[in-house]
């Protein structure tokens, strides 16, 4: 049995290298300006034991006009739904952060 694996998040935080390493090529840019994917690319992933269908997705931003981050957004939302799971990817600098502002000392 296969499944299709979403990879979202906000831009910037490593969608596309983790995409790329996943289907063992370069299919996706990786840069270090956000915004560099702006739409799907799907590839054919393995991880150990596991053979899957990886989609790469544009940063998720909080747009739902006609803008282009809006339209990128509509995109990843289609993502989401053709998935079986989604990988929800975040900078983990700015997890601790909050993890940390939670923590009583
Ligand atoms: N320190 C660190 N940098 C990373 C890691 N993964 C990716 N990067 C760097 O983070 C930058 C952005 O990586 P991308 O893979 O293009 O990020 P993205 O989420 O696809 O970005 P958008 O497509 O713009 O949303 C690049 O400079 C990468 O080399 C990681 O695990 N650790
Ligand atoms: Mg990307």
Not at 1 to 21: C, D, E
Not at 31 to 40: E, K, S
Request: proline fraction near 4%; charged fraction near 30%; hydrophobic fraction near 40%.
């Amino acid at each position: 049995m296969t499944f299709t694996l979403a990879i979202v998040g906000r831009p910037n935080v490593g969608k596309s290298t983790l995409f790329n390493r996943l289907v063992g090529k370069r299919l996706a840019l990786v840069d270090d300006r956000p915004g560099v994917t702006r739409d799907l690319r799907e590839g054919e992933a393995k991880l150990g034991d596991l053979r899957f269908t990886a989609i790469d997705s544009a940063g998720l931003e909080e747009a739902t006009d006609d803008s282009l981050p809006a339209r990128m957004r509509r995109l990843t939302e289609r993502a989401v739904e053709m998935a079986d799971v989604c990988l929800f990817v975040r900078r983990t600098r700015s997890l601790r952060a909050s993890c940390a502002r939670r923590t009583p000392t």
